[in-house]
């Protein structure tokens, strides 16, 4: 591996700012108003696709943003890696917690800040310059390789499963090879075997035609506010557990041994406490941090808005009340099926005199794999080549929704290798990327597709 250690530390500068170049790209899927910023982040990275020297570099149309095709087979021998990763990023807001503009990338320390540096531009950026400095350094790749990039991931990648089904050919592999996760800490690498599953929906609550006088009408009539919390307030008990009815069906029991896995990890829940200043975490009270996060479905409310917002005082009652829900699911947890539990929920509980709608968004399963298959063993040996300590296989609390489709369409185990850190602030403001994993993780990929030779 000295060659690619020289190549890289030679083509440093060069790639940082070839990063810092699509990283500058606003492309957030979730706003209409970047329409043009996501053809334009999409057209960066068939560029540096083909100046990898990838072949068949192609965008590909859906009903939303465009889809990454492009591959390398010249090993008949050699296994088939397909390469997904996304090109859009989050929304900023709120902007004013930024500590500088999240489309201006800028170094810190030994960080790079921007919108999209480890969610997920950074991360695919390592695959591709990987595959640069094979095809450069040795004029050949040791396997086959596809990628697959979109741009939709962070919406719910609502058209690549139609892709895919319509491109089964294109896209067939042996394995899907994917960074967007993270180590476990720094220093400590990690591949993670599973992936919670999603659900997400909005609720509105109304009452009155219009917003009203709380002086003339306060304590006769129903106020939107109050309903909404007293509905939200009914979706858990004291503990942190969920109260929907038969919410917790099909998730897996919390044997010894899954629980020993966990312990593994050996996780410091105080110093996690300490460093987000809290003065505890929450949850329920017979499982540890990791199990909540790894093995538990969650029900999170992620935006409450209504009535005034303003500076100053207004007496209002409010006629309108809004709530954005996600849910992380685990095991055999059907997500349609978990939105109409809610869903019933919601209708049994809203307050006498209020109205109520309910609006289901994204859907998708949990994601499990085989710790004990060869090309994970291989994969965490390569972290151990470069990291100097073996990979630990652990469960994630996130959810790559495409991540089970194209696993399950293709019927190619996925190889999910992260160089993020938990703290890097992804989907928050100050997102980041340790350029001590840009460096050693494009040691790792290399390393890990040289040691899939034929």
Known sequence: MKNYEAYFSEHREEHIEQLKDWLRIPSVSALSEHKQD????????????????????????????????????????????????????????????????????EIRGDKIYARGATDDKGQVFLHIKAIEAILKTEQKLPVNIKFCIEGEEEV??????????????????????????????????????????????EVKVTTANTDLHSGSFGGGVPNALHAMV????????????????????????????????????????????????????FGEEEFTFVERIGARPTLELNGVYGGFQGEGSKTVIPREANAKITCRLVGKQDPQDILNKIERHVNQHIQKGAKVEFTPLERAFAFTMDPSL??????????????????????????????????????????????????????????????????????????????LEA
């Not at 050919?169 to 919670?196: F, H």
């Open 38 to 105: 996501m053809q334009q982040a999409a057209g960066w990275a068939v560029e540096a696709l083909k100046t990898a020297g990838l072949e068949n570099v192609k965008l590909h149309t859906t009903n939303g943003n465009p889809v990454i095709y492009a591959d390398y087979l010249h090993s008949p021998n050699a296994p088939t890696l397909l390469i997904y990763g996304h090109y859009d990023v989050q929304p900023v807001d709120p902007l004013n917690l930024w500590d500088s503009p999240p489309f201006e990338p």
């Open 156 to 201: 719910g990648s609502p058209n690549l499963p139609i892709f895919i089904e319509s491109n089964l050919d294109l896209l067939q592999c042996d394995y899907v090879l994917v960074s967007d996760t993270s180590l476990l800490e720094k220093g400590k690498p990690a591949i993670c075997t599973g992936l919670r599953g999603l659900c997400s929906m």
């Open 230 to 281: 007293s509905l939200l307030s009914s979706f858990h008990d004291e503990q942190g557990k969920v109260t929907v009815e038969g919410f917790y069906e099909g998730t897996p029991e919390m044997t010894p041994e899954l629980r020993a896995e966990f312990a593994k990890l050996q996780h410091d829940d105080d110093k996690l406490a300490q460093s987000l200043e809290l003065s505890s975490l």
């Open 374 to 451: 060869p090309i994970l063993q291989q994969a965490a040996d390569s972290f151990e080549a470069v990291y100097g300590t073996r990979a630990v296989f652990t469960r994630d609390g996130g959810s790559l929704p495409i991540i089970e489709s194209m696993s399950r369409i293709l019927s190619a185990p996925a190889v999910l290798m992260g160089f993020g850190l938990p703290d890097e602030n992804l989907h928050a403001p100050n997102e980041h990327f340790n350029l001590e994993n840009f460096d050693k993780g494009l040691l790792t990929i290399t390393h890990f597709l040289k040691s």
